[in-house]
């Protein structure tokens, strides 16, 4: 092939497009070229007479093989004709290029050794046709042109992603896939990075698979667009690259291989280069952030035409191919199952075995483990293969190995011993754990059951996942039967209650806040188990869930499981779009109906279920419906009700009926949720029902406008349960403040807290709230953070709070725009205002001058202020005089918060004086202990000992401040 690419005919072609003067000008160089270059001169008369034909001629015969075309190369940009040169050059590079003849010969083998579907070529072609002409499609070079492009290829597992991507890699390499498009594809698979301990290139990492007779790889980088990267399994890592930020930008630079690959993601290393990303179910939500403007394509797995295809040609026999097809097609789940081409192929190697035997054909589909186990007792005979084999060596005996082989189990690849797939790999492994006696020592190399379920249920590495799976699905007595009875002698018996006792251990870790556990995996293995008693044992442990419903399979096992959640209090449950027709998985509509409706039942059955938080969800009208109806049922004990972001609210009357009709709700949250004005009618209809007994009432962020705050004030008047109200982050303004005002005065309102924080208030609607505040008989708590009041609508505040009549316990003026000004009105406050307990003015120019007159109020007699804030007020150390000798008089201040400001050690001394002082009453003081240097962190650790009451610590109060906002709970 190269020796006619450099042929005279073919450089004729490139001569043929050079213009008259261009052609002129190239035979001139041309003349002058041998002098440079040290080559043979063509005669100039031969020269100045040839044409174009007899010019390819000449070079050719004059500079043999490549040497003419390194002339002509050398030549073009200097006509002007670059383009020629390019065009030249990426055909040059394409027909005699080393890397893609040893990429066609390694995937050429691959593909012949490892790939597991064991059909002929022409049914994979067919099976995944449209995916390939979508590949085919996304990077067309007409299409793109010169820019870069992200494809991620999504499928579920077993659905064959590797199989297609190994064949298009082939593809590439036979010249037959993206022509002109890509020069270098490069394969990068991430189970096998997981053999890179050293920290390596991106250089390093393509040299080594880089043939020595090829160009130097640092020359492949100079046209990055010309480069397609193949990125088989991220899921496979051992190093979850969606949790660490470290980047590159030089792929001559060693990084942790983790670090590599992200920075290919996030185009932070060759931008203008071209990915396919391969990404397995919840992985393609998980790190779809990392990936830039992506294209999807999605292998669905087999139609039923395609299901029949693929048997027809795995046992070419008609009669047995219709026998297998008959006994698939009987049973519903494992014909759906069918649609992963993995099962598919685990089904007919089982069938094929027992049609050998002429046994009855059956394969047990009730889980997965059953699936597989099925498979493992149809290959596996005692009697035939000198069964047992050694799984606990680190090497497998040759004999064994090609039993193995002759079983399915194992291909032989050169000189390794490879498994058809990861998943039978991962099977293995848990079998070893329900072979191995218990008497036997614990392998140095293998982790125990305890650890790889601790592993699987936290830090859950994709690679393990599988095996635990696999492992409590060994653990019923369903499939240990199914096995000793094929293989003749007992199992591991203990492997239940090992894994019951992990769990628990796991579980108590949870309850003390010590640890995190990753209930989808909990729930898969569970579920699994399809044991009744097993699920209510180990869901009975785990008070507090956390789950997302991605895929409407989940809607299945997630249902399933938490019917035996007995002990369930509360439930953060997040749903994606699952509900929509264009959400397909295994369930059809109605049965994704049914399961969700199996779900919401535990809201109604859990005997002390508390809190149900929805974040993020998106629900269609039926399943909203079915959702609303089981809150609305009389034995549901739910208290909380957290709705974050919601959408649709106003349009499902049976939402506003749970509101009402369910006398244990107490608490509704619905930040982030855009109400109209018109919802938020209906919300307030609702609450004013006499039977609705909500009392605090979260609508931080819904967009509340003060056309919508009649309603609310009217609320406030109606409802005498209503005992809170944040209205958080709305734009409630001036206007909305005084219907709020003028509620907050009738006698009938009995409301405690209202939050307005960054409202859009200015200090005119001090002069309304100052009004309700000297009228109000119960609002003990005010958080105006965050809006443009100044010293002047302090002011008007401050004339309130002096009146006898205010019952105002809590101020939170956070944010608000104040300068020392304020704080001699505050300071009046303090001394004659015995009922305030809690003054913040954090984020605020308090300043030393501030400080100083609010001191000098915290050490009257009068003042039983207990807690200030004063975090980011612009102090320095030369108001910590004033600070200490408050602190060791007043009598009543608890907390203090002091952080972010300009505090250095000389200052820390005067304060640690005062806190280890016997008269200092302060419990709780907020600073960063870590901002300051290590002689002031001694200091301050040394005041803590010596007061073991006073705890040091940053954001004291942020917490309970984020709970009562109900940003979260």
């Known amino acids: 092939m190269a020796e006619a690419f450099f042929s005279d005919i073919c450089l004729l072609s490139y001569l043929k497009e050079l213009r008259k003067n261009e052609f002129w000008k190239f035979k001139e160089l041309l003349k002058q070229e041998p002098k440079q270059s040290d080559l043979r001169p063509i005669p100039w008369p031969e020269l100045k007479r040839a044409s174009k034909d007899d010019l390819a001629k000449l070079l050719c015969r004059h500079y043999p093989g490549k ?41 050429s083998d691959i593909w012949q050794n490892e790939t597991c579907l064991a059909v002929p070529e022409s049914f994979h072609a067919e099976s995944t046709k449209t995916e ?22 999504g499928s579920a597992k077993g659905t064959g992603k590797t199989t297609l991507l190994r064949k298009v890699m082939l593809q590439w390499a036979e010249g037959n896939l993206w022509k002109g498009r890509f020069t270098f594809v490069f394969f990068l698979n991430c189970c096998e990075m997981n053999n890179i301990i050293k920290e390596i290139s991106l250089v390093g990492l393509l040299s080594r698979d880089w043939p020595e007779s090829s160009e130097p790889i640092h020359d492949v980088f100079s046209q990055p667009e010309k480069i397609l990267f193949i990125i088989d399994g991220l899921e496979d890592l051992k190093v979850d690259i969606g949790l660490d930020s470290d980047l590159c930008s030089d792929w001559e630079q060693p990084r942790p291989v983790h670090v590599v690959l992200r920075s290919l993601l996030q185009r932070t290393l060759l931008p203008e280069a071209s990915l396919l990303v391969s990404l397995i179910g919840e992985w393609l939500r998980k790190f779809n952030h990392l990936l830039r403007h992506p294209v999807y394509v999605y292998l669905p797995g087999f139609s039923g035409h395609l299901k029949w295809l693929y048997f027809s040609r795995f046992f070419q026999d008609t009669d047995q191919a219709a026998q297998a097809f008959s006994v698939v097609r009987g049973h519903k789940p494992l014909f759906t199952l069918c649609q992963y081409p993995l099962v598919c192929w685990l089904v007919c190697e089982c069938l094929k075995k027992q049609l050998q035997r002429c046994q009855p054909l059956e394969v047990n589909a009730q889980t997965t483990t059953c699936i597989y186990s099925s498979f493992l007792t149809s290959v596996f005979q005692p009697e035939g293969t000198g069964w047992p084999s050694d799984l606990d060596e680190n090497t497998v005996p040759e004999a064994h190995a090609l039993a193995w082989v002759r079983m399915g189990l194992l291909r032989q690849n050169g000189s390794l011993w490879v498994f058809p797939h990861q998943s039978l790999q991962e099977l293995c492994t848990a079998l070893w754990y329900l072979l191995r006696l218990p008497q036997e020592p614990q392998h140095p190399r293998i982790c125990s059951a305890t650890q790889l379920v601790t592993a699987a249920m936290t830090e859950a590495p994709f690679y393990l996942k599988n095996t635990a799976l696999f492992l409590f699905g060994f653990a019923t007595e369903r499939v240990a039967s199914l096995l000793e009875a094929a293989w003749g002698f007992e199992l591991a018996a203990s492997l239940r209650e090992e894994i019951t006792q992990c769990l628990q251990s796991l579980s108590q870790q949870v309850a003390l806040g010590e640890l995190q556990i990753n209930f989808q995996e909990l729930f898969s293995c569970v579920f699994e188990t399809q044991d009744p008693g097993f699920a209510t044992q180990v869901m009975s442990m785990f008070p507090d869930i956390d789950v997302c419903i991605s895929r409407p399979d989940d809607l299945m096992t997630y249902a399933c499981c938490l019917q035996h959640a007995l002990n369930l209090q509360s439930l953060h449950l997040s749903v994606e779009d699952v509900f929509s027709e264009d959400c397909r998985g295994l369930l059809g509509k109605d049965q994704k109906l049914s399961y969700w409706r199996a779900l919401c039942c535990v809201f109604t059955n859990s005997r002390d279920f508390q809190m149900l938080d929805l974040d993020n969800c998106i629900f269609n009208e039926a399943s909203q419906a079915i959702l609303w109806k089981a809150l609305a049922q009389p ?37 982030g949720t855009n109400l109209s004005s018109e919802e938020v009618a209906q919300l307030s209809e609702a609450l004013r029902h006499p039977m609705c007994s909500i009392q605090q009432l979260m609508l931080g962020k819904c967009d509340i406008t003060d056309e919508a705050c009649e309603d609310i004030a009217l609320l406030l008047v109606s409802s005498r349960k209503l005992k809170l109200v944040s209205l958080m982050e709305n734009p409630v303004m001036d206007s909305g403040a005084l219907l709020l005002s003028e509620a907050l005065k009738h006698p009938d309102c009995e409301l405690e807290s209202l939050l307005l924080t960054y409202c859009c208030l200015t200090s005119d609607a001090c002069d309304y709230i100052a009004q309700a505040l000297v009228r109000s008989t119960t609002l003990s708590l005010l958080d105006l953070g965050s809006n443009f009041l100044e010293d002047s609508g302090v002011k008007l505040l401050c004339e309130a709070l002096r009146q006898p009549s205010c019952n105002l316990q809590q101020l939170w003026l956070v944010g608000c725009y104040l300068t020392p000004v304020c704080c001699e009105d505050l300071s009046t406050v303090l001394i004659s205002n015995e009922k305030l307990k809690t003054l913040k003015l954090g984020e605020n120019k308090i300043q030393d001058a501030g400080v100083k007159q609010l001191c000098g109020a915290l050490k009257h007699p009068n003042c039983k202020l207990e807690n200030l804030g004063l975090e980011l007020c612009e102090l320095t150390t030369a108001c910590c005089e004033d600070l200490a000798s408050a602190l060791t008089i007043c009598k009543s201040l608890r907390g203090l918060n002091l952080e972010w400001n300009s505090l250095d050690h000389d200052g820390m001394v005067v304060l640690c004086e005062a806190l280890g002082h016997q008269d200092c009453a302060l419990q709780l003081l907020g600073l960063d202990k870590d901002a300051f240097e290590a002689e002031t962190q001694c200091l301050l650790k040394a005041v803590e000992e010596r007061k073991p009451q006073l705890t040091i610590c940053s954001k004291p109060w942020n917490r309970d401040e984020l709970m009562l906002k109900g940003v979260f709970v």
């Open 132 to 153: 390939h002409e979508s590949l085919s499609e996304a990077f067309a070079a007409d299409k793109v042109g010169e820019h870069s492009v992200t494809v991620g290829l």
């Open 635 to 671: 034995t549901c004990k739910l208290q909380k009700l957290v709705y974050n972001f919601a959408s649709n609210v106003g349009e499902s009357a049976d939402f506003f009926k749970a509101l009402v009709h369910n006398p244990n709700l107490t608490y509704l949250n619905l930040h």
């Open 67 to 107: 040497q003419a075309w390194e002339v002509a190369l050398r030549l073009f940009p200097q006509v002007n004709r670059r383009d020629l040169w390019a065009k030249a050059r990426d055909e040059i590079r394409s027909k005699i290029n080393p890397y893609k003849s040893h990429m066609r010969k390694k995937f």
